[in-house]
């Protein structure tokens, strides 16, 4: 006599598990692969000029070409063309174009590639007690303490009244000098003790050490910052007038290195938020074929002030891009179809969201962070206190990503950026809803975020990777 075999029970809990514990031994050896590739993009990429420029060496490898010159040619655009489009060197839109036209909407992946850091001021070159100095303004939140004593490197570029680029990088090379900002030692430093860790280091107390060296003019006023002038000026080209139209920004030396006796995580500056923009840009390039909506990826600037100005999210510039997008594949322009095909989009927000701490649980909520190697990090809503500043993705759009997600594989978890009222912060999400797109923010959980060095899992950035290469190439049933 046979036994009637019982179904097993659903299980109705959810446990969000340790990734590792899960992933199989084909996504564990490209995930090896994947962060390889992000990790000497990343060592490059050390401000949001050079993560331009790689990305665009990158993208014309993959056969991408500059979506301008279809603009100039009048040339349409057809399912399975790849192209980009820049924005003053700064901000980048790449494209698949799709088999459904542009009011059907398009699938976007945007991060963005500037970092927190400190630049230099436009009249920074100055003298005092031995020592030439360069003042300097930071960029972004940071906590101003962590970069005093470390080796940092000077990036940039200076530009020429007849419109002369000239590209410096100083300090990653083992054969080059590093720069740093000095602290006050511990025997001295009574009074810096009694201040908050927000005051301990002032603003203007960042100045960067440039050299000490006085030039060898017996009647020259000035010698160590002339000393300076004269070294940039042999091997540059450049005099003091010439930091007027300078983008000169001081970030951390070094390369990223692979943290842990396991190799299992990523040490570097800037994963806030080229860890995201490369997993999208990345995501992109491996796209086989016409998707079936176009397929997006922005790699944005001045998000970490805001996304003001002409590169920023704040601005036209998307709006633009896309109304150039929508004339190069349909028969005519409307605008009443821009603003159809914008409304009809789905966004991904690929933007990095913080790891539960261990060193600092008081500030999380536990089981609505994200943790370490767990997945991507889905984050419905981001703001601060009552969710001022989000945009706060709908449960319907939580559901097809959980779908999308699901069905290809992808390890993903869900987090907030700490308790209520503890805190907050914002992303490009809400400046891509007013278009009344789907958008959620999607990324790389961090430890130490807005540090020099800040701290990520491999595991967590294969999966954002596979993630966005899921969203950009799937449909929408």
Same mark, same amino acid.
């Given at each position: 006599?046979?036994?009637?075999?019982?179904?097993?029970?659903?299980?109705?809990?959810?446990?969000?598990?340790?990734?590792?514990?899960?992933?199989?031994?084909?996504?564990?050896?490209?995930?090896?692969?994947?962060?390889?590739?992000?990790?000497?993009?990343?060592?490059?990429?050390?401000?949001?000029?050079?993560?331009?420029?790689?990305?665009?060496?990158?993208?014309?490898?993959?056969?991408?070409?500059?979506?301008?010159?279809?603009?100039?040619?009048?040339?349409?655009?057809?399912?399975?063309?790849?192209?980009?489009?820049?924005?003053?060197?700064?901000?980048?839109?790449?494209?698949?174009?799709?088999?459904?036209?542009?009011?059907?909407?398009?699938?976007?992946?945007?991060?963005?590639?500037?970092?927190?850091?400190?630049?230099?001021?436009?009249?920074?070159?100055?003298?005092?007690?031995?020592?030439?100095?360069?003042?300097?303004?930071?960029?972004?939140?940071?906590?101003?303490?962590?970069?005093?004593?470390?080796?940092?490197?000077?990036?940039?570029?200076?530009?020429?009244?007849?419109?002369?680029?000239?590209?410096?990088?100083?300090?990653?090379?083992?054969?080059?000098?590093?720069?740093?900002?000095?602290?006050?030692?511990?025997?001295?430093?009574?009074?810096?003790?009694?201040?908050?860790?927000?005051?301990?280091?002032?603003?203007?107390?960042?100045?960067?050490?440039?050299?000490?060296?006085?030039?060898?003019?017996?009647?020259?006023?000035?010698?160590?910052?002339?000393?300076?002038?004269?070294?940039?000026?042999?091997?540059?080209?450049?005099?003091?007038?010439?930091?007027?139209?300078?983008?000169?920004?001081?970030?951390?030396?070094?390369?990223?290195?692979?943290?842990?006796?396991?190799?299992?995580?990523?040490?570097?500056?800037?994963?806030?938020?080229?860890?995201?923009?490369?997993?999208?840009?990345?995501?992109?390039?491996?796209?086989?074929?016409?998707?079936?909506?176009?397929?997006?990826?922005?790699? $944005?600037?001045?998000?970490?002030? *805001? !996304?003001? +100005?002409?590169? &920023?999210?704040?601005?036209?510039?998307? /709006?633009?891009? #896309?109304?150039?997008?929508?004339?190069?594949?349909?028969?005519?322009?409307?605008?009443?179809?821009?603003?159809?095909?914008?409304?009809?989009?789905?966004?991904?927000?690929?933007?990095?969201?913080?790891?539960?701490?261990?060193?600092?649980?008081?500030?999380?909520?536990?089981?609505?962070?994200?943790?370490?190697?767990?997945?991507? $990090?889905?984050?419905?809503?981001? *703001? !601060?206190? +009552?969710?001022? &500043?989000?945009?706060?993705?709908?449960? /319907?759009?939580? #559901?097809?990503?959980?779908?999308?997600?699901?069905?290809?594989?992808?390890?993903?978890?869900?987090?907030?950026?700490?308790?209520?009222?503890?805190?907050?912060?914002?992303?490009?999400?809400?400046?891509?809803?007013?278009?009344?797109?789907?958008?959620?923010?999607?990324?790389?959980?961090?430890?130490?975020?807005?540090?020099?060095?800040?701290?990520?899992?491999?595991?967590?950035?294969?999966?954002?990777?596979?993630?966005?290469?899921?969203?950009?190439?799937?449909?929408?049933?």
């Amino acid at each position: 006599m046979k036994t009637k075999k019982t179904k097993k029970p659903q299980d109705l809990s959810y446990v969000n598990k340790n990734g590792y514990e899960k992933i199989s031994p084909a996504d564990l050896k490209r995930s090896e692969e994947i962060n390889k590739l992000y990790m000497d993009y990343i060592g490059k990429a050390k401000t949001e000029r050079e993560a331009h420029d790689e990305a665009v060496l990158l993208l014309e490898a993959a056969g991408f070409r500059d979506m301008r010159g279809h603009e100039k040619s009048g040339v349409k655009l057809v399912p399975g063309d790849k192209v980009y489009r820049s924005s003053e060197g700064k901000t980048l839109m790449a494209l698949v174009i799709g088999k459904k036209p542009f009011e059907a909407g398009m699938h976007i992946v945007g991060g963005h590639t500037d970092s927190p850091r400190i630049d230099i001021k436009q009249n920074p070159l100055y003298e005092s007690g031995g020592l030439a100095l360069l003042d300097t303004h930071y960029y972004g939140g940071i906590k101003k303490y962590q970069w005093v004593t470390i080796p940092l490197a000077l990036h940039g570029v200076f530009v020429k009244p007849d419109g002369r680029k000239i590209t410096i990088s100083i300090g990653e090379d083992p054969s080059d000098p590093v720069f740093c900002i000095t602290d006050l030692l511990p025997h001295l430093a009574a009074d810096q003790y009694k201040k908050t860790i927000g005051e301990a280091i002032p603003g203007e107390g960042l100045d960067v050490v440039a050299g000490s060296i006085p030039v060898a003019e017996k009647d020259r006023k000035e010698k160590f910052k002339y000393n300076v002038l004269k070294l940039l000026h042999a091997k540059y080209g450049v005099t003091e007038a010439d930091f007027l139209s300078a983008e000169l920004e001081i970030v951390p030396a070094g390369k990223p290195r692979e943290v842990g006796f396991d190799r299992s995580m990523v040490l570097a500056y800037g994963h806030d938020d080229r860890v995201c923009a490369y997993a999208g840009l990345k995501a992109l390039l491996d796209l086989n074929g016409a998707p079936e909506y176009t397929s997006c990826v922005l790699l $944005c600037d001045k998000e970490e002030i *805001g !996304s003001v +100005g002409a590169t &920023g999210m704040a601005s036209n510039l998307f /709006e633009n891009a #896309a109304s150039e997008l929508l004339n190069l594949t349909s028969e005519s322009y409307s605008e009443l179809t821009l603003k159809r095909g914008l409304h009809n989009s789905w966004m991904l927000s690929a933007d990095v969201n913080a790891l539960f701490d261990p060193m600092f649980p008081s500030v999380s909520e536990k089981k609505n962070s994200a943790h370490l190697n767990h997945g991507v $990090c889905v984050t419905k809503y981001t *703001g !601060s206190r +009552g969710k001022s &500043g989000s945009s706060d993705a709908s449960a /319907e759009f939580m #559901a097809h990503i959980r779908r999308i997600f699901d069905r290809n594989g992808v390890l993903w978890q869900t987090g907030e950026l700490g308790k209520v009222d503890q805190g907050g912060g914002g992303t490009i999400a809400y400046l891509m809803a007013r278009y009344g797109m789907q958008v959620v923010d999607c990324g790389v959980g961090l430890f130490s975020m807005h540090a020099p060095m800040e701290l990520a899992g491999k595991l967590d950035i294969y999966m954002a990777y596979k993630g966005y290469l899921a969203f950009l190439k799937d449909g929408r049933k």
